[in-house]
Antibody
Framework: EVQLVESGGGLVQPGGSLRLSCAAS????????MDWVRQAPGKGLEWVTN????????YHVDSVKGRFTIFRDNAENLLYLQMNSLRAEDTAVYYC??????WGRGTLVTVSS | DIQMTQSPSSLSASVGDRVTITCRAS??????LSWLQQTPGKAPKGLIY???NLQSGVPSRFSGSGSGTEFTLTISSLQPEDFATYYC?????????FGQGTKVEIK
């Protein structure tokens, strides 16, 4: 069974940092592009960033460039999102996705003082 | 950035109805379009990729068509479990962009 399980969300103050993790199982993780997609409360889906199979290519939406970093560990089947300089508008459920076909259940990040 | 415009933003329909949702891209995206379904409080679920290819396990009442800038998702006979929000997604260029969603509600 394909599983993507996110963790690491929580409440953080503006300007703070958080690292999200996504544990993958049930498919060949190293063969997939991996994405992070977020959904603000009551809003639609927003693509955030992705990474290629060996971690040599990454892309980001403009609003997170210079603040968020995606990386992966293919030996451990783990995907990460390092989020720095967090803002209130980063508050959302963050979903881990395999090539935008496979989806985790998400982890909530709340940025508030 | 490519803008994806879905219509309608919401609709009311009955079980057994045929439902069509449209997605328009601000520029050509070939066939690089997916459709996703999301029920409240749940993660998105992929339905269709490459405009018209069903994901594994997706019922055949779902179908997709189109190319270039105009795309449609059709549910041939709406079932109770289909009441959800549907999103289109283009993956032709960066940043990937979603439509704003179409909420399908029970009439």
């Amino acid at each position: 069974e394909v599983q993507l399980v996110e963790s690491g969300g929580g409440l953080v103050q503006p300007g703070g940092s958080l690292r999200l993790s996504c544990a993958a199982s049930g498919f060949t993780f190293r063969n997939y592009w991996m994405d992070w997609v977020r959904q603000a409360p009551g809003k639609g889906l927003e693509w955030v960033t992705n990474i290629n199979q060996d971690g040599s290519e990454t892309y980001h939406v403009d609003s997170v460039k210079g603040r968020f970093t995606i990386f992966r560990d293919n030996a451990e089947n783990l995907l990460y999102l390092q989020m720095n300089s967090l803002r209130a508008e980063d508050t959302a459920v963050y979903y881990c996705s395999g090539s935008l076909d496979l989806w985790g259940r998400g982890t909530l990040v709340t940025v508030s003082s | 950035d490519i803008q994806m415009t879905q219509s309608p933003s919401s609709l009311s329909a009955s079980v057994g109805d045929r439902v069509t949702i449209t997605c328009r891209a601000s520029q050509g995206i070939r066939n690089d379009l997916s459709w996703l379904q999301q029920t409240p409080g749940k993660a998105p679920k992929g339905l269709i990729y490459g405009t018209s290819n069903l994901q594994s396990g997706v019922p055949s009442r779902f179908s997709g068509s189109g190319s270039g800038t105009e795309f449609t998702l059709t549910i041939s006979s709406l079932q109770p479990e289909d009441f959800a929000t549907y999103y289109c997604l283009q993956y032709n260029s960066y940043p990937r962009t979603f439509g704003q969603g179409t909420k399908v509600e029970i009439k």
